[in-house]
């Protein structure tokens, strides 16, 4: 079965410091997909970016970088120089398999909050 | 530039009573799902669908039903409410070969 795994439940940092959100996933299948969502203040769910187990590159975007390790089952997500409008509860998210309707499995949410 | 709508955007019922949240896409997705969102468990799966006649349960179908008559539109219907289905519910949809989801706004349900 699949699992995902944030075990920080609220992190607090000041405005302008990095930020690592930890994400360490379970699962028996070889080909599966992990995500991040962003969910700010106002409840929407905003996608961020999806990685395959066949693509262990770290990927940056901009503030935003992914580290992606399978030899330790994670999918690290770390903001560099954090701004208040980072504030947000952080998902990530695991599917199995290729094909199909692959059952998302969500982790229970990273609360950040950027103080000023 | 729709997306994934959802109405209504809140909603208070009483126990016993029973609703239909609405969900549609402009997107011609094939997959669609519902999840409610709970403090501390994050999203879970009620139903979801791979096309239109074709519905699923998903991790929590009890109290819920749904329906998928068309490629746009995926209702979920409470039949007699519960405390307990007090909760924010998310519609997602995507396309079948690119397996990433997008969410609407969400509905915020009470149940007194």
């Known amino acids: 079965a699949q699992k995902v795994t944030q075990a920080q439940t609220e992190i607090s940092v000041v405005e302008k410091e990095d930020v690592t959100l930890d994400c360490v996933y379970e699962?028996?299948?070889?080909?599966?997909?992990l995500f991040w969502y962003k969910q700010p203040p106002s409840g929407e769910l905003v996608f961020l970016i999806r990685?395959?187990?066949?693509?262990?590159q770290n990927e940056i975007s901009g503030r935003y970088s992914w580290n992606f390790q399978k030899s330790t089952s994670s999918f690290n997500f770390t903001i560099t120089a954090s701004q208040v409008v980072d504030s947000a509860v952080y998902f990530c998210?695991?599917?199995?398999?290729?094909?199909?309707?692959?059952?998302?499995?969500f982790g229970t949410g990273t609360k950040l909050q950027v103080i000023p | 530039n729709a997306g994934v709508t959802q109405t209504p955007k809140f909603q208070v019922l009483k126990t016993g009573q029973s609703m239909t949240l609405q969900c549609a896409q402009d997107?011609?997705?094939?997959?669609m799902s519902w999840y409610r969102q709970d403090p501390g468990m994050g999203l879970r799966l009620i139903h979801y669908?791979?096309?239109?006649?074709?519905?699923d349960q998903g991790e929590v179908p009890n109290g819920y039903n749904v329906s998928r008559s068309t490629t746009e539109d995926f209702p979920l219907r409470l039949l007699s409410a519960a405390p307990s289905q007090t909760s924010v519910y998310f519609c997602?949809?995507?396309?079948?070969?690119?397996?990433?989801?997008?969410f609407g706004a969400g509905t915020r349900l009470s149940v007194l």
């Open positions: 997602a949809s995507r396309n079948r070969d690119q397996n990433i989801q997008y």
């Open positions: 699962t028996r299948d070889t080909t599966y997909y």
């Open positions: 990685r395959n187990s066949f693509d262990e």
């Open positions: 998210a695991l599917s199995e398999g290729y094909g199909g309707y692959q059952k998302v499995t």
């Open positions: 997107m011609n997705h094939e997959y």
């Open positions: 669908s791979v096309g239109a006649g074709i519905t």
